[in-house]
């Protein structure tokens, strides 16, 4: 099974930063198949980024996704108040089904 | 407007069966795969099943698998999920989500989720 690990738990930063929010697969994932959500409190989970690196419709390009092998990042450029939100990836096409990380919770500092 | 709508959650006895709806609008229903994805408080997202546009293809968590159905109605444009021998550990929000790309099985993000149905399983 494919476990997907993220890091760090917990992001503590304040308006205006950059946030790096890190993904580790326990094996290779192909890019096409690595996805990353947002969720508020709230709400439903919002795909962000699909094949690694390209935004889904609508998502602002402060938010990048880049990464390969087993090593994927989602990087929040400029961060806006309403970015503070837990961030999950997620992975597909493999013998695992789908799973997702843990999840990061990017705070306001 | 394009959205899911599901339905069917409450408080349920261990042991007891309930089954989930989701309602589809504002998208070619019969075209794309779809899933459900349950979300336990305070916790993160498990994926629960999956069932493809054209019905040929289905898949289960391990923790699910003999348990729990997934169906659907092209016609309705609904999808449904059976739940049986449920146990605490089922209680959850639960998503009905969308795959991204048509005509497609196991290669496509999730791009739509509906608002989820809370399920509790309690006795």
């Known amino acids: 099974e494919i476990v997907l690990t993220q890091s760090p738990g917990t992001l503590s930063l304040s308006p205006g930063e950059t946030a790096t929010l890190s993904c580790r697969a326990t094996?290779?994932?192909?890019?096409?198949?690595l996805a990353w959500f947002q969720q508020k409190p709230g709400q439903a989970p919002r795909l962000l980024i699909y094949?690694?690196?390209n935004r889904a419709p609508g998502i602002p390009d402060r938010f990048s996704g880049s990464g390969s092998g087993t090593d994927f990042t989602l990087t929040i450029s400029r961060l806006e108040p309403e970015d503070f939100a837990v961030y999950y990836c997620?992975?597909?096409?493999?013998?695992?089904?789908?799973?997702f990380g843990q999840g990061t919770k990017l705070d306001i500092k | 407007e394009v959205q899911l709508v599901e339905s069917g959650g409450g408080l349920v006895q261990p042991g007891r069966s309930l089954r989930l709806s989701c309602a589809a609008s504002?998208?070619?229903?019969?075209?794309?795969?779809m899933h459900w994805v349950r979300q336990r408080p305070g916790a993160g997202l498990e994926w629960v099943s999956g069932l493809s546009w054209d019905t040929d293809d289905v898949a289960y968590a391990d923790f699910v698998k003999g348990r729990f159905t997934i169906s659907r109605d092209n016609a309705k444009k609904s999808l449904y999920l059976q739940m049986n021998s449920l146990g605490p550990e089922d209680t959850a929000l639960y998503y009905c989500v969308k795959d991204q790309d048509s005509n497609s099985w196991y290669v496509s993000p999730f791009d739509l989720w509906g608002q989820g149905t809370m399920v509790t399983v309690s006795s």
């Open positions: 997620q992975q597909f096409g493999g013998s695992s089904m789908y799973t």
């Open positions: 504002g998208f070619t229903f019969d075209e794309y795969s």
């Open positions: 094996q290779t994932i192909s890019s096409s198949y």
């Open positions: 094949g690694a690196s």
